[in-house]
């Protein structure tokens, strides 16, 4: 059965996750976990055809006179998306609110697959990931793009990319992020921190722009609006990381460039201990001041995507944003104060994100 290009197994609905175990997978309220066991664990191929194979006779089995409805279990793959979107997107909910409903779906399954390869080297069973069991997630990842997905989240991303022309670079490019998380956790200079953006955050930019689209009457080169959509990955993920030093440095991890530390004279020591002192503030204020230059990049970018598109973007790009004014309200303690935009102030970021999209400046607004 073929579904928008997309090779479907009839799977029995309630075997496609299979049950939380404690010790894998962080359980979603909803009952879903997150990654489930086997997908953490280095199979092989042939396992995934038998078990795929199993499924299927299963289904044939217990419903033999019911046809599986493709639509109805690509919709199910989606909503399975969106709860996790729900659970886990904290600044970017809105955004997708935002978006038509085609468009949310396709960002929702883009995110999962994001979010659950962070999770294999961030979430709960981070120690036992390998290597290996990364080059075992980029062989399930070729399977998505050649139609053949493992489970539901899986099948909702590969209905995506078969809608929208997606490349699967970025996605690898990713999985390298998580790879190069695994071994290093110091950054000797920029250069090695701007990679390392690129590859876990910059990536989702350019996963981002085929589904937002690019305006037909945008006389911007493709480029231009890649870079663009590069820089905001860029300057999200920065600003995450001076969000997180504090809870980055107790995993034993310092996302800050060491020869700009060096030249402020913050020693290791002092990080460690969360020392909030008038060093450290002047070393923020950089830090803060290179990412919003990020920022102004990637909003030159806004403008010349579809007009439908440009609501959800500046709405997402002012939320994450203003999590660097509340660094700044908080004194520049990011050790034990956790940088949180609020509610009614991200509810009163939409009428500023909508005035700008229809604007198509920021200028006026
Ligand atoms: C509308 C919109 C922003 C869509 C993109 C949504 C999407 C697919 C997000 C995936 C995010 C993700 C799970 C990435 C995995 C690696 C990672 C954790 C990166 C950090 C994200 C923040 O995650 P976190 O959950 O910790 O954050 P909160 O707890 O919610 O605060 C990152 C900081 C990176 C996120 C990067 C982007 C969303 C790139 C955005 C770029 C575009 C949408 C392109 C726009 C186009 C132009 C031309 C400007
Ligand atoms: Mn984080």
């Known amino acids: 059965m073929a579904a928008g290009g997309v090779v479907w197994v009839t799977f029995p609905k309630q075997n496609l996750i299979p049950p939380p175990r404690k010790r894998f997978g962080r359980k979603l309220r909803t009952g879903v976990p997150l990654i489930s066991s086997t997908a953490e664990r280095a199979y092989s191929e042939e396992k995934v055809h038998e078990v795929v194979l199993k499924q299927a006779a299963w289904v044939k089995q217990q419903r033999p006179n019911e046809g599986c409805k493709d639509w109805d279990l690509l919709n ?7 709860e996790v979107w729900a659970e886990y997107a904290k600044t970017f909910y809105l955004g997708t609110l935002l978006m038509t409903s085609e468009r949310r779906r396709a960002i929702w399954a883009i995110y999962v697959w994001c979010r659950r390869t962070d999770e294999l080297v961030d979430g709960p069973n981070a120690s036992h990931i390998t290597p290996r069991a990364l080059d075992t997630w980029e062989k399930r990842l070729g399977n998505i793009f050649q139609g053949r997905p493992y489970d539901l989240f899986d099948a909702a991303l590969s209905h995506t990319v078969s809608n929208y022309p997606l490349g699967i670079q970025p996605f690898k490019d990713m999985i390298e992020g998580m790879r190069l998380d695994l071994l290093k956790t110091r950054y000797n200079n920029f250069d090695e921190l701007y990679l390392y953006c690129y590859y876990v955050a910059g990536t ?5 722009v085929p589904v ?5 009457e945008s006389k911007a080169s ?3 609006v890649y870079s663009a ?6 300057a999200n993920q920065l600003t995450n990381i001076i969000r997180d030093v504090g809870e980055d440095c107790r995993r034993g991890r310092i996302y800050l460039p060491q020869d700009e530390l060096a030249s402020a004279g913050i ?4 990080i460690f201990r969360g020392l909030v002192s008038n060093k450290w503030k002047i070393f923020m204020k950089n830090q803060i001041k290179r990412a919003r230059m990020y920022f102004d990049e990637a909003e030159k ?4 995507l579809e007009e439908a598109s440009r609501w959800p973007v500046w709405a997402s790009l002012l939320l994450y944003r203003q999590i660097l004014d509340v660094i700044e309200e908080n004194d520049y303690n990011n050790f034990t104060k956790r940088a949180y935009v609020g509610k009614a102030k991200k509810f009163a970021s939409l009428p500023l994100a909508y005035g700008r999209a229809i604007m198509g400046t920021s200028k006026f607004f």
Request: proline residues 0%.
């Open 76 to 82: 199910e793959a989606y909503e399975r998306c969106g």
């Open 301 to 304: 970018g806004v403008a010349e």
């Open 204 to 208: 989702v930019g350019l996963m981002s």
């Open 229 to 234: 959509a590069l820089a905001l990955g860029i």
């Open 222 to 224: 493709n480029e231009t």
């Open 212 to 216: 937002m689209g690019i305006a037909s």
């Open 267 to 270: 020693s290791e020591d002092e």
